[in-house]
């Protein structure tokens, strides 16, 4: 019989089915980061000394007991036949220079020992990876993504991504602050698209959505509309929903590159 992941489990983000926060705190890089939900969430909830957040603030480790959830999420994943999407990091950003760099190792122990599930780690610091990164080469179960929240942050971040070898490569262009194309030499694997929420939330026009779901299905690419300004009701043209098909023969080929130059 399957069962179905348990309530508590359960993320409300449409492209996962669970999230994972190692740590709570961050700071401020980009555009995007103008109205954050973990800050604005963080001054109620208080997960952080005080509310704080920002270069000098705590970056606060989850407990001992939560960090043990992965391995919950494999057991069910056995259990039900399934692979689950993990979005980690949802409250921090997972190569903020601040954190202990022993937290990520023991990220990636964890990320090597659920081999059922699909560690989605997403980062506007992705500029960090070569340095901070806790492997030597990017588990076949890590799928990496930047956030390309304008032309500008797409630009800078997107090439630094594309040399990395991972199953999946994608863009997550949300908060989506202007028109947004991906054109160049290599493409995504996936684009999430999705529109401010919030008091303050910023316009996304549906016509930047549309160019971007036209571009990504001439070349290929997998497209996800996640919801419009403000959650507005999607328009059906735009309710566009599509998954990537990880691939892992990349992360293959290079490890065999690597075991090759190690010889």
């Known amino acids: 019989m399957i069962t179905a992941l348990p309530v508590h489990l359960v993320t409300k983000i449409e492209w996962a089915h669970s999230t994972f926060n190692p740590w709570i705190g961050c700071q401020h890089v980009s555009d995007g980061c103008l109205n954050c939900y973990a800050e604005r969430d963080n001054k109620f909830r208080r997960w952080t000394a005080g509310g704080a957040w920002g270069p000098h603030a705590e970056r606060r480790r989850t407990s001992a007991a939560y ?11 056995r259990i039900n036949g399934e ?19 022993q937290w990520r190792l023991d990220l990636a122990a964890v990320i090597e020992a659920t ?5 989605l780690l997403l980062t ?10 806790p492997w030597a080469q990017t588990p076949d179960n ?48 996936w684009v999430i698209s999705g529109g401010e929420s919030g008091h303050h939330a910023r316009w996304m026009d549906p016509a930047w959505a549309r160019a971007l779901r036209d571009e990504c299905a001439e070349k290929g690419v997998a497209f996800f509309l996640k919801q419009m300004t403000g959650k507005a009701n999607i328009p059906d043209d735009l309710l566009v929903r599509q998954f990537p098909v990880p691939d892992r023969t990349r992360i293959a080929t290079a490890a065999e590159h690597a075991r090759k130059a190690a010889s």
């Open 115 to 119: 081999p059922e599930l699909d560690w």
């Open 142 to 189: 890590v799928w990496l993504g930047i956030t390309g929240e304008n032309q500008k942050e797409h630009d800078r971040r997107w090439p630094l991504l594309a040399r990395i070898r991972a199953a999946v490569r994608f863009v997550s262009y949300e908060p989506a602050l202007s028109p947004l194309t991906i054109a160049g030499e290599a493409s995504p694997d």
């Open 83 to 101: 692979r689950y999407r993990i979005f980690c990091a949802s409250l921090s950003d997972w190569l903020d220079n601040q954190v202990p760099q």
């Open 124 to 133: 506007k610091r992705i500029e960090n990876y070569d340095r901070l990164a």
């Open 67 to 77: 960090w043990r959830t992965p391995l919950r999420l494999t057991k069910h994943a």
